[in-house]
């Protein structure tokens, strides 16, 4: 072959590798299915370490799964319109929320049966423990503010403006909450003890912000956007360290601190991987196939599983962008997916 043209192969072979992606996509499948059943709703998902369970926020109620087995270990009900669950083994209790009754519900961690409701306000979604100062935050999204419980004693400190309507949060355990505002393209810091906003941070490439998640031994915060993006925030200094393309329809994030993987939950199908190579380093590996309306997740760090809450679907609209107009939902078909590497 002529030197011009083994120049010209090599050229093209070197700008091939460096366009070839670092990191092969991680290989992750679907291992169980576990029904649920009716009601046909659900929202967040709360994994627990110490004691193996899954908490999937489930319409009316919370279904309490095994998560080594899969087995359902019991139900908390007399809630209406749960959205998060937060879980405090050392305390013996767990936290949810009740959009129907603007309220914080107390439940028990032996029995799940319901031992106090705390009124919060109008629209309440996420949930979240802050270890350090011993408190529970519930946001309340279109009344803009958080309310913060006390769980000695189990009643609230205050409703917290945050100047936004508040999707998710996620705590440092170090005395600090972080809140994302989807209206606002803003996180916002919290003085867990002093009940208090001590930073605000923009996040401007971030539309529609839903899923938060963090990485405490490296002081990054993870939100995934509703225009198919994920921020990651420095904590140190409230700036945005990098911006990585993730999947259609997210409602959740989650990072696995063993594996140093970053996870976005779409409703489109798909969880997106976002691999922190370093404290300032991202690359995105692509998605994962899910389920269709799979928009919601918890990860596993020491295993690496993956936990999301779906439902057998009949297309009704084929033509239709929109996934609720495309799909409905099979009656009693709500169920927990397994998702292992492999």
């Known amino acids: 072959m002529p030197r011009t ?3 010209i192969v090599m050229t093209a072979l070197t700008a091939a590798m460096i366009a070839a992606p670092a990191f092969a996509a991680p290989a992750y499948k679907v291992t169980k299915s576990v029904p649920l059943g009716a009601p046909d709703g659900w929202d ?5 370490p110490t004691q193996h369970r899954v908490y999937v926020a489930h319409s009316n109620e919370i279904t309490v799964v095994d998560s080594r087995t899969g087995d359902i270990l019991g139900r908390v009900q007399g809630v209406s319109g749960v959205n998060g669950v937060a879980v405090v ?3 013996g209790k767990g936290y949810t929320d009740s959009r129907a009754k603007k309220a914080a519900i107390v ?12 009124p919060a306000d109008v629209d309440t979604d996420g949930v979240v423990y802050e270890p350090a100062s011993k408190r529970v935050f519930v946001v309340n999204g279109d009344a803009g503010n958080a309310t913060i419980i006390d769980t000695t004693n189990d009643t609230a400190v205050t409703n917290l403006p945050l100047g936004g309507k508040p999707e998710y949060l996620a705590s440092d355990d170090a005395g600090h909450m972080y809140i994302a505002l989807t209206d606002k393209k803003e996180v916002v810091r919290v003085d867990a003890k002093a009940a208090k906003v001590d930073a605000r941070w923009a996040i401007s490439e971030c539309e529609n912000a839903h899923g938060v998640a963090i990485d405490r ?13 994920m921020s990651v925030v420095d904590l140190d200094k409230g700036s945005v360290v990098a911006t990585l393309p993730i999947g259609k329809g997210t409602d959740a994030a989650a990072f696995d601190s063993k594996r140093k993987l970053a996870f976005s939950s779409n409703g489109e199908g798909t969880v997106s991987v976002i691999s922190e190579q ?27 599983r993956l936990f999301l809450v779906t439902a057998d679907l009949d297309e009704v609209n084929p033509n239709a962008e929109n996934l609720r107009q495309r799909y409905q939902i ?12 492999s």
């Open 5 to 7: 043209r083994i120049a």
């Open 44 to 48: 967040y998902v709360t994994f627990e």
């Open 89 to 91: 083994p050392s305390l």
């Open 107 to 118: 439940f028990d961690l032996n029995t799940f049966k319901v031992t106090k409701e705390i």
């Open 217 to 229: 031994a490296n002081h990054r915060l993870f939100v995934s956007c509703a225009n198919a993006k």
């Open 278 to 304: 370093a404290p300032d380093k991202f690359a995105s590996l692509g998605e994962i196939p899910s389920r269709p309306f799979a928009r919601t997740m918890a990860v596993d760090s020491d295993s690496g």
């Open 330 to 341: 099979r009656r009693g078909t709500v169920q927990l997916l397994f998702l292992d590497p």
